[in-house]
C-alpha cells in the first residue's frame, strides 16, 4: 500500500511524464489526420483541450489539495505551460504558436480542475 506522499510523488512523475509528451508532440512538424481541414481542425482542438486536461489533473492530483490557492496555482501553473508550449512550437518548422490555442488549452486546465473537484468530492461523500 502507498502512503499519501508515495501516491502524490507517482502523480508528479505522470505529471512530468505527460508534460513530456506535450513537449514531444509540439515537436512534431506536421500532425496531420488524413481527415477533411474541417474535421482535422476539430480534433485537434479537442485534443488540445483533453492533454491539457489530463496534465492538470495530474499536477492536481499531486498537491492533493482541493484548497483554493493550490488549485489556481496548478491553474497558473499550467496555464503557463501552454504558453511555453505555444512559444516552443515557434521554432518548430512546420509549426506556430497560435493565442487561440492557449485559450483552449485554459478550456482544458478548467475542465482537468472541475474533474479533479468532482473525483475529491466523490471520494469524501
Known amino acids: 500500500m502507498l502512503t499519501a506522499n508515495q501516491r502524490r510523488l507517482l502523480f508528479l512523475l505522470a505529471a512530468a511524464i505527460w508534460g513530456g509528451f506535450i513537449f514531444y508532440l509540439s515537436s512534431v512538424p506536421n500532425l496531420a489526420s488524413g481527415l477533411e481541414t474541417w474535421q482535422d481542425l476539430i480534433l485537434r482542438k479537442l485534443a488540445h483541450v483533453t492533454v491539457f486536461a489530463i496534465l492538470t489533473y495530474l499536477v492536481a492530483r499531486s498537491l492533493n489539495s482541493t484548497q483554493r490557492h493550490y488549485l489556481l496555482f ?14 516552443h512550437q515557434m521554432s518548430v ?33
Open 74 to 87: 496548478v491553474v497558473l501553473a499550467i496555464i503557463f505551460y501552454a504558453f511555453t508550449d505555444e512559444f
Open 93 to 125: 518548422i512546420g509549426r506556430s504558436g497560435q493565442a487561440t490555442d492557449i485559450l483552449i488549452d485554459s478550456l482544458g486546465v478548467f475542465l482537468g480542475v472541475f474533474l479533479f473537484i468532482k473525483q475529491r468530492k466523490n471520494l469524501f461523500d
